[in-house]
């Protein structure tokens, strides 16, 4: 009796501690899986509108909305922990309503300019929406970073898919485009997005993100000190319209030698032809390296707090943009006032004017073929 007792108590033990094993014990709170986190954030033209919230096991969170897949805030430790919002952009989703420079924006289905607004594609000549002068600038006058994408949370990967359906003729491309744009904040305080597209007729895609970065924290100043590299020999140097002429101009000798580190403001009130083209930078870099591979292919640092931006990218070309045409008219988050050069854009992409300039990467898409691209934000702090 008196064993069986025992035996019966043993297998009792054996069997809790058995299903202490089995069952999911909540883990301790710095193991937890980081997830995405979803809330309303209003709505446009009756549909609603969600903000997405990753954040990284060391700290940095981004804030993701369905409206236009714009990146809403970007926060970041300094040297000292500190952390910052260096992303521009407004507080609700009335502001990115009002007219504003595609602050945070996925942009689609061109970036950057067709010249005149039209290209030729198998031998039919299509005519662009036109919203830059004569030209058509980031997709035409409304975008992709004016449609309501469908998001969906990826728990494993702690990271947002976000879908939009372009129809065929939109803003005047050819082909129905099925875009694909998942972010992912990784554990080494990455941003990462992962663009990819389908369409069912030859068209042309050239997909990025207009995120204007401050590394001092949004609306602290201008971003002249901050430093920069960019592993490119060559740009592409542009005529008055910022159209680029075709060329590939080497760096070396000019203000746009960014192969070592040099202060964004070093150079930038130089009498140059291309920088007065630009009104300073805003111009396209022939990057280094194999177009295709995930290579690093720019470093931002701000001496002041001591972060750092190390961008990583699939694509052939950055736009290098120092914020120009900001001129104050916005009030962004917490009131501030943006004026010229208050932020950065590092915008990864296909060469502007692709469509018309045949020695450039081609940008186009074949009916049923698939294009894919990855850009990476790392942020650190030394
Ligand atoms: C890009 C362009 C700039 C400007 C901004 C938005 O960076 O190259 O010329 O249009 O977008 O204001």
New binding site residues.
């Given amino acids: 009796m008196r064993r069986s007792a025992c035996a019966c108590a043993l297998i009792l033990v054996f069997l809790t501690s058995c299903s202490n094993t089995t069952t999911e014990a909540p883990p301790p709170a710095k193991a937890q899986p980081l997830r995405p986190m979803k809330q309303a954030f209003g709505s446009v033209d009756g549909k609603p509108v969600d903000l997405y919230t990753l954040t990284s096991a060391k700290g940095m969170e981004a804030r993701i909305m369905t409206y236009g897949g714009i990146v809403v805030s970007l926060k970041t430790p300094d040297r000292t922990g500190t952390m910052a919002d260096v992303a521009l952009g407004f507080d609700s989703l009335d502001g990115y309503l009002t007219t504003h420079?595609?602050f945070g924006a996925l942009i689609g289905r061109y970036g950057?300019?067709i010249a005149k607004g039209r290209f030729k594609l198998n031998g039919t000549e299509y005519k662009l929406a036109t919203n830059?002068g004569p030209n058509a600038?980031?997709g035409g006058r409304k975008g992709f970073d004016k449609a309501v994408w469908t998001g969906r949370a990826l728990p494993e990967a702690n990271g947002l898919e976000l879908t939009y359906i372009s129809r065929d003729g939109e803003e005047g491309y050819p082909g129905t485009l099925t875009t694909t744009v998942t972010y992912t904040v990784t554990g080494e305080d990455e941003l990462r997005i992962d663009y990819a597209a389908t369409t069912d007729k030859d068209t042309v895609v050239n997909l990025t993100n207009?995120t204007y970065f401050n590394l001092k924290g949004q609306g602290e100043g201008d971003i002249l000190a901050h430093q920069l590299a960019i592993d490119a020999d060559r740009f592409t140097p542009v005529d008055s319209g910022?159209i680029p002429t075709g060329k590939r101009q080497a760096v070396e000798g000019t203000p746009f030698d960014f192969r070592k580190p040099v202060a964004i403001g070093a150079r930038i009130g130089e009498s140059d032809a291309q920088l007065k083209a630009?009104k300073g930078y805003?111009h396209n870099y022939v990057l280094n390296g194999a177009a295709g591979t995930l290579r690093k292919v720019a470093e931002v640092y701000e001496p002041s707090t001591g972060r750092v931006m190390e961008v990583s990218t699939t694509e052939p070309g950055v736009?290098f943009?120092t914020g120009?045409?900001?001129d104050g008219s916005n009030k962004g988050k917490g009131g501030k006032v943006y004026g010229q050069r208050a932020a950065l854009?590092l915008?990864t992409q296909h060469f502007?004017d692709s469509p018309n300039k045949p020695d450039f990467p081609s940008t186009m898409l074949k009916a049923g073929e698939r294009m894919q691209s990855t850009t990476a934000y790392r942020f650190s702090a030394r």
Avoid: A
């Fill in positions: 420079p595609y950057n300019r830059n600038l980031h207009h910022l630009g805003d736009q943009y120009n045409f900001l854009c915008e502007p």
